[in-house]
């Protein structure tokens, strides 16, 4: 089984800038945390893009759509910000793609941050996508939800489901 | 859903001596590490040894399985050295426990090091549990495996299907 | 020989806000971090304020100036923000304190990331203060400076001799 | 001022070996951890060997003291297991190396553990050596001793004065 893991930015990958002592978008960390899982799994990483998913607008979401359409693989991760995932979940049920297997996931703390849950969550997506079937899920916090069936709590930070 | 994670130690929990320079067992770092990954999961932690699994034996496999049996809870995750993950593997299957799902999972390179796969691995083994029907899978590298069609390839690491 | 340190906050103690996405102060670190170095000086910690040096005014440089004199020890270490070091350094040096040696330091990435510099920078700032001549200095870069022979170099963020 | 760091092994650049389950020494971490102190010293780093301080015999001595006189710095820092830190600076003593300011410096924690105290001493160590005169001294703990008035207490792990 292959897995393509689309890279859309959110806390995730968030880098401190040193000269400005901002939060800001490099490159994604993702591969390098594939080696740390010492991940055997059959993945190709594509950057779609580096933003924060409050920033993220119609045509946006388009191009993630367009790209998980694309991806001959059928099963899918998503990496994004929490705060939108569940409205790029909408886009991406609105589309209409059969056959695929599609997880959303984020971190709360930036993997560059030595108490991040990114790892954590990359390996529960990378999970949920092998064995769900078709459809589109938000993995969070060791925990996996149809997309029309979760919230963020913005007062805690957690996903709940509907 | 509620989840029951017995610990029995592995490379997952050793920390190290700064009066010998040995690494040794202490106390599980599993509950850390649950907090790290927010995890939204009921779940119950219960240490039952902890142990180089090298130096598990067949009274040892014999607590595990016991430990197993006595859970209320249908899905299980073990933490587990993983020299002998599939052994004790071997050994819950001839219990002929029925309607458990049973994943062990361990790391290559101890929670206390900065590099360690352990997080991704725990992330990885509750969302398998969830989701895979009864039976005793090793969950390593971001993979699943039924336990008799896996090996430890000493040479790479890795874990691989038979 | 005793040591006081002063925190002011600056950088060296920002931490991640998990629910806004932004970088902001609670306490300070600094008692983690000696015992992560295993200090074994006799230091007190005396939190003066938490805040980017960036807002840090004349009163506030006031109120950090009273405390160092209101310091039984004469060797006094401040934790600031890096881009105004310089300025309390002036004001400290225009207070007239004699026969205290104080040192400030800070850091370029917050100790809460894996890869900050802070806790090599406390090694330094604890140990020159320890053995320089009464003054007020600035210690960063595993360097030390006159108060008023130093420039932070925006471009590079390393501080310079003038 | 220019600074010799001679490397010799000890906690410090210990790593784990995720094949054997054994700590072992493959290239010192001290280039990447001056690069993670911003360190701006004009500083050589030399290994001399990697070895446990424990296995360090006369002849292991001599060639320390060797590269030491060879140097053309009189800064010099020795990152040292701290088991017989004090017996090379016997030997580095009754060299009689005049001119050279010559301070140890090692780890209780290998540097790849998180919580590893060798960031600070090696930020401690470098600063002592820019301001102490001639002479062999150990730099733990964020203190500085002269060679003969110290000794590790193996109890504690602390270094303390005699």
């Known amino acids: ?5 689309l890279v859309t930015g959110g806390t995730f990958d968030k880098e401190y800038d040193e000269l ?17 899982g010492r991940c ?9 893009m580096m933003i924060d998913s409050l ?4 045509p946006g ?9 694309a991806s001959a693989e059928s ?32 971190a709360m703390v930036p993997y560059a941050f ?6 954590f969550n990359l390996g529960s997506a990378l999970s949920f996508v092998q064995v769900l079937p078709p ?3 938000v993995a969070m916090n060791g925990r996996h939800f149809p997309w029309d069936a979760v919230r963020k709590n913005t007062d805690t930070g957690s996903f709940e489901g509907l």
Chains 1, 2, 3, 4 share one sequence.
């Open 75 to 106: 099963a899918i991760v998503i990496t994004h910000g929490t705060d939108t995932m569940v409205q790029t979940g909408r886009a991406l049920a609105d589309a209409g793609l059969t056959g695929k297997t599609i997880v959303l996931t984020g």
């Open 114 to 119: 030595g108490s991040s849950d990114g790892l």
């Open 135 to 137: 459809g589109v899920y």
């Open 40 to 48: 055997g799994l059959d993945v190709t990483v594509e950057t779609v």
């Open 1 to 5: 089984m292959t897995i393509r893991i």
């Open 61 to 69: 979401r388009a191009r993630i759509v367009d790209r998980v359409r």
């Open 20 to 36: 400005t002592g901002r939060l800001f978008f490099k490159d994604t960390h993702v591969p390098e945390m594939l080696r740390r």
């Open 55 to 58: 920033e993220l607008d119609g």
